[in-house]
């Protein structure tokens, strides 16, 4: 987590800077942000804005894998792992607050091809991490069934 400044720093630029990317060729401003803080010789990201569901920019930039010398494309797939996690959380309890759900729904009121395996796992269940639902990372022909091209 030692490098997470820097990134942070483009991530808050991108930001701060996007309602004056609006006003401009949104192409050209995001490519003249990000290639001031991306090298191509370097660990990269992918970049993608949509706006009611069209996409608006798509690029990647850097390199997925610096030992090996594979750059990023944008149509690649990450394994981000444990990332989304708190950002699903949040979701799940601002939808709570706002009555659209409780997390003491079971989780085959949103997905019905659960019901007959998991009658009984709600929603906080599945928050806690106490779901009893299989872990398929775990399963040891995960990695290899991982594709990282379409």
Known sequence: ??????????????FFSFNLVLSQSLEKKL???????LKQAQPGA?????????KLYQKAFGMADMELGVPLTPNMKFCIGSLTKQFTAVAILLLEQEGLLST????????????SNYPNVKIHHLLNHTSGIFDY???????????LEN
Do not use: G
């Open 1 to 14: 987590m030692k490098n997470s400044k820097p990134l942070f720093l483009f991530l808050a630029s991108l």
């Open 104 to 115: 003491q729904d079971p989780i085959s009121k949103f997905i019905p091809e659960l019901s």
């Open 46 to 54: 992918s970049i993608l804005v949509t706006k009611n569901n069209e």
């Open 31 to 37: 490519d003249s942000v990000v290639q001031l803080e």
């Open 137 to 147: 990372t775990s399963d040891p022909s995960f990695p290899q069934n991982i594709h």
